[in-house]
């Protein structure tokens, strides 16, 4: 154990910008520990010098133990990085009422039952910074993803409230809100489409909708834009309380806030190509 080094804690560590975060923290000269279910698919970050462990956020008892854990070797928590999350796609109508409460399990409470676990710890020092990774999605819609945005939305709120619940105990509250970022999430998407409403009454939307997402390809963002974001949040005394990259994503979010909502939805669903009529 290193009292120097910071402690940071990151979900979700398996692909995409979980391991990107811990790749580039570690080597920034935090002590990471890295959890997610696919425990297999961080042997190279666990080559690099990181710690790893199996993490299940939708369990309990498992974040008790990686929690506990990473206490028993370190003795605090500096750094709560909530990166956990998929995107479960396809019309609300058409997706099982069980895969939308999963999606908040996941996306929602698994986050907040986290958070939860090291909550005691960071008061005992009076110090800490709590990082959502949020989306885009918190504030703009997206065809075919109305329970993922909803769980992105409903996290807003949250960070929001518990910002202000935690900052009399020295703690930081930070969400992220990035657009597209190249990582398995754009595949899963369309996957989860297909297999959603591929089929049935929705089957044009879904046909666009994964179009759309195809297309999108080429506007992703490569996962150092977040990870270079974190180091910067991390290493503030003062963060604000959201950051949104890349700059497309700013973008859209001025787009938003400057047109009435019948307007933003004219142009767009026909960005996404969404079908005029059916």
């Not at 939308?100 to 110090?127: H, I, K, Y």
């Not at 939305?153 to 509250?173: K, Q, S, W």
């Not at 939307?205 to 834009?225: D, M, R």
Request: hydrophobic share 45%; net charge neutral.
């Amino acid at each position: 154990m290193d009292t120097n080094k910071k402690v940071a804690l990151i979900t979700g560590a398996s692909s995409g910008i979980g391991a990107d975060i811990a790749m580039r923290m570690a080597s920034a000269g935090y002590a990471v520990y890295a959890g997610a279910r696919r425990v297999d698919r961080m042997r190279e970050l666990e080559a690099a010098g990181i710690n790893i462990s199996e993490l299940d956020v939708t369990s309990a008892a498992s974040i008790a133990s990686f929690v506990q854990g990473v206490l028993e070797q370190e003795e605090k928590i500096d750094i709560l990085i909530n990166n956990a999350g998929y995107g479960s796609y396809g019309a609300v109508e058409d997706v099982d009422i069980e895969e939308a409460r999963r999606q908040f399990e996941v996306n929602l409470f698994g986050l907040a039952a986290m958070t939860n676990a090291v909550l005691p710890s960071m008061r005992s020092n009076r110090s800490g910074t709590i990082i959502h990774m949020g989306s885009v999605g918190g504030k703009l819609w997206s065809v075919l993803g109305g329970w993922y945005q909803a769980s992105k939305y409903a996290l807003e709120g949250l960070a929001d409230c518990t910002r202000n619940e935690l900052r009399p105990f020295g703690i930081h509250v930070v969400l992220l809100e990035p657009g597209g970022i190249k990582s398995e999430w754009r595949e899963n998407v369309m996957s989860s489409i297909q297999k959603t409403s591929g089929n049935g009454p929705y089957s044009a939307i879904a046909t666009a909708a994964n179009s759309f997402f195809e297309g999108a390809a080429s506007l992703e963002a490569q996962p150092k834009v977040v990870s270079d974001l974190i180091l910067k949040v991390c290493s503030s005394d003062n963060p604000k309380p959201r950051y949104v990259v890349p700059t497309n994503a700013k973008i859209m979010l001025v787009l938003k806030a400057l047109l009435t909502d019948r307007f933003f939805d004219k142009i767009w669903s026909r960005f996404m190509k969404i079908p005029k009529s059916m």
